[in-house]
């Protein structure tokens, strides 16, 4: 098999490439290293891969590189046109940080990008065509589980574009056939997480035995996945029928103070929480009900919380 990851040396993406060349599959992997945090860890991400032949490492920004003139070696059509299957993961991430001026970026990376990427998929035929999205096209709903004929009410700028993807890749395949899937990620957690995210974040005070800044009073709960049962449902997607949109969740609900006594319990040490209002975009609750992904494609997380903060608690302390 063929792919195409886009996105390929970010925390899922990096996950899900080695996992498809541990498979024996051809990988053509697109990143453009932007800064949104330091490119010299997305490249720590691609180590592994880039040992193995099987995989090629296209640098570019997808837009630039959907240009009519972009050599014809590079172009993304001609990428597109030698793949099975696209595994659609770039985008700007963040739901704080895609309030005000940043907007432009959210709606390009994951507006756009997503756009010009259907085009040329639609345009030269693959077996199928995978689009990441998130829980956070539900928004702040007291409505648990989320199940996915809910109302969507983005409670975020990120959100809104999430949505927007979402939809335009159910466009493609409701009036063009194209073999499209989405998927609604749900806190995903695990070795090489975001050094934005919660769970890095909360790891890296303990281990320099700082207070982990907490927004709310902890009461807030959520679905946690790790990112191995989230490569899991990925790679098991293509088989759902072309427009379906599917949950990717850990399988239960656990509210933050839950979950610090957890870490505290996994790193052996004393958990030291310091306070601060809740955040704009952030939302109160997310649960997801997994019942269509296990019917359509089988899925069923496999990792629980406790052996996931292990895993990602022993990288960190070995690249700290």
Not at 103 to 119: D, P
Request: proline share 4%; with cysteine.
């Amino acid at each position: 098999m063929r792919a195409v990851v886009t996105g390929c040396a970010g925390f899922i993406g990096s996950s899900l490439t080695d996992r498809l060349l541990e498979l024996g599959n051809e990988v053509v992997g697109i990143d453009s290293f932007d800064d949104y945090y330091a490119p010299s860890a997305k490249r720590d991400n691609l180590a592994g891969a880039l040992r193995d032949p099987a995989f090629t490492l296209v640098e570019g920004d997808l837009l630039d590189l959907a240009r009519p003139d972009a050599a014809c070696t590079g172009s993304l059509r001609e990428i597109i046109s030698a793949a099975d299957h696209v595994y659609h993961l770039a985008a700007q991430p963040g739901v704080r940080e895609s309030w005000g001026r940043t907007f432009e970026s959210y709606a390009r990376n994951n507006v756009l990008a997503t756009q010009v990427l259907l085009e040329c998929a639609k345009d030269v035929g693959v077996e199928s065509f995978v689009c990441a999205s998130s829980s956070s096209v539900y928004g702040d709903t007291d409505m648990l589980p989320m199940d996915e004929e809910a109302a969507c009410r983005p409670y975020s700028p990120y959100g809104v574009t999430k949505l927007a993807g979402e939809n335009l890749a159910r466009l493609y395949a409701r009036n063009f056939g194209m073999p499209a899937v989405v998927l609604r990620f749900f806190t995903v957690y695990g070795p090489r997480q975001r050094p934005d995210m919660a769970f890095h974040r909360f790891i890296r005070a303990v281990l320099e035995d700082r207070d982990i800044e907490v927004f709310g009073d902890g009461s807030q709960t959520r679905d946690f996945t790790f990112v191995g049962d989230i490569v899991d449902g990925i790679l098991a997607a293509p088989a759902a029928p072309a427009g379906s949109v599917m949950n990717l969740g850990g399988g239960c609900r656990v509210s933050l103070a839950e979950t610090l006594d957890v870490l505290g319990s996994v790193m052996g040490r004393e958990v030291r929480i310091k306070r601060s209002p809740v955040q704009a975009g952030d939302v109160r609750d997310t649960w997801a009900s997994v019942t269509r992904a296990r019917e359509l494609i089988g899925y069923e997380p496999k990792v629980d919380l406790a052996a996931g903060l292990d895993a990602e608690y022993r990288w960190l302390a070995s690249i700290a």
